[in-house]
């Protein structure tokens, strides 16, 4: 009898936790909501405002018209150049949590109805780090880009370049500056996104070669970090340094740009540059 009350009270458990709202806690206040709330408002807390990280799946939900995304160089996996202790077996955990092969996915889609190809960095897979396979995933998009003649979207949000592959990392920085660069030349119109956080070798290459450049609001952008700069030049830092607001304070951005205004905003972009005959086709 007590084993039956024992087995009845383990399946009542395990039964509540399932049907158990899923919370979600702010890192920033702290006050948490029902995980359905979250998704609701973009991700961004009910209570104080903050935002929050997004997925690659809901970004580009975010700003694509429902059912014009078509995934490419998706197969695309991380490689493991230099044998690094353990880094082939993380990788295969996170590619198994988070359902990615790399911190990057690249995408065509449609804006009301402008055919676009965006980049997004996902920071659940390495912190959105960049590796070989990210810079040749960045390389490609932005290459096919200017082979379609379309508009380039590229949201960063990075901890910058991947230590488990030394130089092979640092070497994105290169071709990825080259590939925008010739992208550029072409006449091609790149809109960069920056996100909380975009740092390291990201910062120093492609995501602010932009020929327009929007921000999140209060999204960390620069290369080292804050306290990192400040000890080592020894000097107390402004408040708000490397925030968007302040970039955009100095000129370093073009324009702060709420998720709930961002596919209009992307839109108004692109109709003006498709319109003087820049920016790619429909």
Not at 9 to 20: F, I
Not at 148 to 158: D, G, N, Q, T, V
Request: net charge positive; charged share 25%; glycine share 10%.
């Amino acid at each position: 009898m007590e084993k039956e009350e024992l087995s009845i009270r383990s399946v009542l458990r395990t039964v509540t936790k399932k049907l158990a709202p899923d919370y979600v806690n702010c890192k920033a206040c702290g006050r948490r909501a029902v995980r359905q709330v979250w998704t609701d408002n973009m991700n961004i807390c009910p209570f104080c405002g903050r935002y929050q990280a997004m997925t690659a799946d809901q970004r580009l939900d975010l700003i694509f018209d429902p059912g014009s995304r078509q995934d490419f160089n998706k197969d695309l996996s991380a490689k493991d150049p230099l044998d690094f202790p353990g880094y082939a077996d993380k990788a295969k955990r996170l590619e198994k949590k988070t359902g990615l092969k790399e911190s990057a996915v690249t995408a065509f889609g449609r804006i009301n109805g402008i055919k676009v190809v965006a980049v997004v960095l996902d920071t659940r897979f390495f912190m959105g780090s960049m590796s070989s396979i990210v810079g040749e995933k960045v390389t490609r998009a932005v290459e096919t880009a200017g082979r379609e003649k379309l508009p380039l979207i590229i949201f960063a949000a990075s901890g910058g370049a991947r230590m488990q592959e030394g130089i092979h990392s640092l070497m994105q920085m290169a071709k990825t500056s080259s590939a925008v660069q010739e992208f550029s030349e072409r006449g091609g119109l790149y809109i960069s996104c920056l996100t909380h956080p975009t740092t390291g070798g990201v910062t120093a290459s492609f995501a602010t070669l932009g020929d327009i450049t929007l921000a999140e609001p209060g999204a960390l952008i620069g290369f080292a970090g804050p306290r990192v700069i400040e000890q080592t030049i020894g000097v107390k830092l402004p408040k708000g340094f490397q925030r968007a607001e302040y970039l955009y304070k100095h000129g370093f951005v073009d324009r702060i740009v709420k998720r709930q205004e961002l596919k209009e905003v992307l839109y108004d972009i692109l109709k003006l540059h498709q319109d003087s005959g820049v920016g790619g086709r429909a």
